[in-house]
């Protein structure tokens, strides 16, 4: 694989964990509340919420994003940087015996 596919798959693996771990409980709230209170006026309240929280949480995910792919990103080059172990040399055969 290229450096920039794995790039991209790095960042949407972080993408997909900082959902999980940011957004989903916010949806996930705002959703037991719909459904204690089934009412109209409760889930235009409750989607204004869901609005208001990410739009809170966007700065904090996308910083903590660039952080992790930053450390990724740096990772590979050092790999790409570092030259590879030189294997060690064969033993020499032992002379024959007459």
Not at 41 to 54: E, G, K, T, Y
Not at 68 to 76: D, P
Not at 86 to 93: E, R, S, V
């Amino acid at each position: 694989m290229s450096l920039l596919t794995d790039l991209f798959d790095a960042q949407l693996a972080i993408l997909k964990s900082d959902l999980a771990a940011d957004v989903v409980p916010i949806i996930q709230k705002a959703n037991n509340l719909i459904a204690a209170n089934p009412t109209i006026i409760n889930v235009v309240a409750q989607a204004q919420s869901v609005q208001v929280q990410l739009l809170a949480e966007a700065p904090q995910i996308a910083q903590d994003e660039i952080k992790r792919l930053a450390t990724w990103l740096n990772n590979e080059l050092q790999q790409l940087a570092a030259p590879p172990p030189t294997p060690a040399p064969a033993p020499a055969p032992a002379p024959a015996a007459k």
